[in-house]
């Protein structure tokens, strides 16, 4: 959802407060990153911004020892409670950029800007993390130097489909960041929108309640499906995604509660693993399952570490086949009934690669504790 003054995070977001996520608003623009590893450069130097005084920023530093391995073009989660940017930055946020040690201008998200919480979170693309402290600054104040966000560009990593979950289920679209798989809520009711993890999420209260999107997986492709999941208690399975025909191997589905047992399951139809490993009652887990395709070998990841019992051979490599899709519950016919998700859902993603172990890590590094992951530095002008 692209910010549009304040009235549209009033009015576009429906989720309730949290101590982790609450109103939020969101950017998007269909301008193609640059070669610099941004989507352009800012235009002014130190000029009087949009609120008549100089441009300002603030260093935002990441540490090297919360980063894992060499990551390329990975998407960092900003989340900022700073008076100082909502005493300068124009009151729909479209003055807010991130820019690179040179000031070229990062692609960015910008999930949800309040200036009066003060609250910014956004998702920004950086090109290289390695083994040193990395500095990016976050700039505002004036809008001749911004640049439009870009969320395609963000999640250029071979991301399939990223659903932040941010939208009302009255809205009749769950936004898809990479702009192609955008879902459709079925059966959801109106006070779905919760707080959650990152900002705002989907709660499923166990029923028929699902998002509907078109499968981006065929055949033997790799993938990694990742999700925060905060898994309620119950008694029946309980699918995060699942996408494909209910055939032998013709499906993928990763369920936070699998069959009779209390434990994470993923599977291709006939063809699963029960990987014994609970996260019912644990608060919120980030779930990452890694399937490496043709060679029949999957890994799950929980918080960022891989369960015991990992890697698993499936009997078969997967032949995923069909158009559907659906987060939150599995079809019927075909799954059988009553695999509704029993709990909430936030940041659900799909990418066509194997994430390695690093990039798990660091995904949870970043996610579960931002404020751990970088430091803020003070507010400066603009050069």
């Known amino acids: 959802m ?103 201008a990062l692609d960015h998200e910008i999930q949800r800007w309040d200036p009066v919480a003060p609250r910014l979170q956004a998702w920004v693309r950086v090109p290289s993390l390695a083994h040193a402290d990395l500095k990016i600054y976050v700039e505002y104040g004036d809008l001749e130097r911004a640049t439009a966000p870009n969320p395609a560009g963000v999640f250029r990593a071979s991301f399939a489909a990223v659903w932040h979950l941010e939208d009302t289920v009255a809205s009749n679209t769950i936004a898809d960041a990479t702009g192609t798989h955008a879902g459709t809520p079925m059966d959801l009711p109106s006070n779905a929108q919760v707080g959650a993890k990152l900002g705002g999420g989907l709660a499923f209260d166990g ?47 990763l369920y936070g509660r699998y069959g009779t047992g209390a434990t994470v399951g993923v599977g291709q139809y006939n063809d699963d693993w029960q990987a014994n490993n609970d996260i019912e009652g644990a608060g919120w887990v980030l779930v990452h399952w890694v399937h490496e395709g043709n060679n029949k070998k999957v890994h799950i990841f929980r918080n960022g570490v891989e369960i015991a019992g990992s890697p698993h051979m499936f009997g078969s490599a997967p032949t995923t086949a069909g158009t559907t899709g659906l987060i939150g519950n599995a079809p019927s016919p075909g799954f059988g009934s009553a695999n509704g998700m029993a709990g909430k859902l936030d940041e659900v993603r799909i990418a066509t690669v194997t994430r390695d172990p690093s990039w798990i890590a660091t995904e949870f590094a970043n996610q579960s504790s931002p404020g751990t992951f970088y430091a803020v530095g003070p507010e400066e002008v603009a050069p």
């Open 2 to 104: 692209r910010a549009a003054g304040l009235l549209l995070i009033v009015v576009g977001c429906g989720f309730s407060p949290s101590a982790t996520g609450d109103a939020a608003s969101g950017g998007s623009s269909d301008a193609p990153p640059g070669d610099d590893g941004g989507s352009g450069s800012g235009s002014g130097s130190g000029s009087n911004g949009s609120n008549g005084e100089m441009a300002r920023r603030k260093p935002i530093t990441i540490h090297a020892a919360a980063v894992t391995g060499t990551q390329t073009d990975f998407p960092i989660w900003i989340d900022l409670n700073d008076a100082d940017i909502a005493a300068r930055a124009r009151t729909d946020g479209t003055d807010i950029l991130f820019t690179n040690a040179n000031g070229a």
């Open 207 to 253: 029923g028929d309640g699902q998002i509907a999107f078109a499968n981006p997986l065929t055949g033997n492709t790799a993938h990694t499906i990742s999700a925060w999941v905060e898994q309620e208690q119950t008694t029946h399975t309980s699918s995060i995604v699942c996408v494909g025909t209910g055939n032998t191997d013709q499906a993928r589905f």
